[in-house]
């Protein structure tokens, strides 16, 4: 909850920051000695609270989301002690007033709106703050303050407005495993300066420690409250994560890792007592951790994370949940080269309802761009080089007829120009969807692009998989690294742009175009061009 006034008038957007000097030495050096007016907005003191005298409490960053014409969300947590083995980030137990403020240039002359929200111990002293009133398509930057501290500056932006079609410079990314690497692939992507980041999912991992790990996992495998907010804060701490979330506005998915491997609806990996309890703790801590509408706040084992994001006249951004409802992986999950189970007309892996949420979107959208944000392999993958078959029955190849419904609207409904962006599986693949894979005579769908991890399988060959890519047609890339997707959105094209690093286990590597691949408007196929 937060108390705001608005003040300053709608001035041009101050110049573009690049806020890549590090996170917390930025944000720093913009708030110097400009506090007073933030201060103003923070007279009234809730009951029973005070700021005392914190030391750090801004060590998680900031960062921002699900972007609005007219809002955005702000998100930060509050933490002296991050990770403190109690999952409360060594903040005392009582609610803090935090202060925040919105400007249109980096040195916060031109404020446009200040208010108050509350941490408290009860969401691990989490803050989300849903921001309204700010004009479409534009720049901001905010900060927080706590009692005398002042957290780093974040940018953002909303989005366009109805109609309009601005071009958009995107990235995605999945899988950022913290014992596997460093994350400078997040640092590469902060640089690209884009104004959306798309994260599909495994965001953090359940895993204990790990002799192999490169640098160390703190805490035993994530089954309490404590436990996922303790490794949340952990992941938190990386400054190249930070820097990522204060450049631009997030929209966040989550995959399995962010509960427990594979798990299904109810159903976990393996049998565990407790299972659905470790289930809404996951939950909770996932939504204190990620700017998130209150929306999405949870309600026990329940959390509505599907939803959908205009970018004006341009794009849709259907972000998508293949967990929380899905029928359990058939045949003993795993990659399975026989499994009649698997072509069952009932088996979901997005539940009724979001199946029919998504094919309403497709029915009514006007978009120019229709994008499915979400987890697992789309089209089907073949894994089986050369004679046979076999097939990763949690992705969505283990709920055949499910897919077969959603790609049959994407390519016969209001969609003009079909894309799944998709994470979980830890290296780069570009594929051409079809109405049907079962028959590669039917019609086109639309264009699938799979990032590879940030970090998750260490550094990765280098090569793809010759025989699997031959086995598959409608492949048309694949290759082992770590890295993240780069896109460029316009009326007239995408422009996609695998980039990739050839080391995560040191600090330091940089980005390279591995390839590039073009969809023209109204042409749901793949140009490669490098």
């Excluded at 890549?20 to 007073?36: F, I, R």
């Excluded at 009234?44 to 030391?55: C, F, I, N, S, V």
């Excluded at 980030?89 to 916060?108: A, H, K, Y």
């Excluded at 016969?412 to 079909?418: A, K, L, M, Q």
């Amino acid at each position: 909850m937060s108390e705001s006034t608005t003040s300053g008038s709608h001035s041009p957007l101050g110049r573009r920051s690049v806020l890549l000097g590090g996170a917390a030495a930025v944000g720093g050096a913009a708030l110097a000695g400009t506090t007073a007016g933030i201060a103003h907005a923070g007279s009234h003191e809730h009951p029973g609270a005070g700021a005392g005298r914190l030391k750090e409490p801004f060590a998680l960053g900031v960062a921002s989301g699900d972007p609005l014409p007219t809002g955005i969300v702000l998100w930060t947590r509050l933490a002296q002690d991050p990770t403190a083995p109690d999952g409360m980030g060594g903040m005392p137990n009582r609610t803090f007033p935090v202060l925040w403020e919105i400007s249109e240039d980096e040195n916060f002359a031109r404020p446009v709106q200040r208010g108050r929200a509350w941490a408290s111990p009860e969401h691990g002293h989490s803050v989300h703050v849903e921001v309204d009133g700010l004009r479409p398509g534009a720049e901001y930057f905010y900060r927080f303050r706590v009692g005398n501290e002042v957290s780093p500056t974040g940018r953002t932006r909303t989005a366009p407005p109805p109609g309009h079609m601005d071009d958009l410079t995107l990235c995605f990314a999945s899988c950022s495993h913290f014992g596997q690497g460093y994350f400078t692939a997040y640092r590469r992507m902060a640089e690209e300066e884009p104004g959306l980041i798309l994260h599909l999912g495994d965001y953090q991992y359940e895993y204990p420690a790990s002799d192999d790990d490169v640098r160390t996992v703190l805490g035993p495998e994530t089954k309490t409250l404590a436990n996922y907010r303790q490794r949340h804060a952990q992941y938190k701490t990386d400054p190249d994560l930070q820097l990522a979330h204060s450049v631009a506005p997030w929209l966040v998915v989550w995959d399995d890792h962010e509960t427990e491997n594979n798990w299904a609806d109810e159903v976990p990996e393996a049998p565990q007592e407790d299972f659905l309890k470790r289930r809404a703790a996951a939950f909770k801590a996932y939504y204190e951790n990620m700017p998130l509408r209150s929306g999405a706040r949870p309600d026990g084992i329940d959390m509505r994370l599907y939803r959908r994001i205009r970018w004006g006249g341009l794009a849709n951004f259907h972000m998508l949940d293949t967990r929380q409802y899905r029928d359990d992986q058939p045949c003993g999950d795993g990659y399975n080269k026989e499994c009649p189970e698997r072509f069952d007309p009932n088996r979901t892996i997005t539940g009724q309802r979001q199946e029919k949420w998504i094919l309403d979107g497709f029915r009514k959208t006007d978009a120019r761009w229709d994008v499915l944000g979400q987890q697992v392999f789309f089209s089907k993958l073949d894994l089986t080089a050369g004679p046979g078959e076999g097939y990763n029955m949690d992705s969505w190849d283990g709920y055949v007829t499910n897919r077969d419904r959603i790609a049959h609207a994407m390519a016969d409904s209001n969609v003009r120009n079909g894309v799944v962006f998709t994470g979980d599986v830890h290296q780069h693949w570009a594929a051409e969807i079809r109405d049907s894979h079962e028959h590669p005579d039917s019609p086109p769908a639309g264009t699938e692009f799979v990032t590879t991890s940030i970090t998750s399988g260490g550094d990765g060959s280098g090569e793809p998989q010759r025989g699997v890519v031959d086995d598959n047609p409608h492949v048309k890339f694949n290759q082992d690294r770590r890295g993240y997707v780069r896109t460029r959105f316009s009326a007239e094209e995408l422009r996609v742009d695998y980039r990739t690093l050839d080391y995560v286990s040191e600090r330091g590597a940089s980005a390279r175009t591995e390839a590039t691949f073009v969809v023209t408007d109204g042409e749901p196929k793949l140009h490669r061009r490098k």
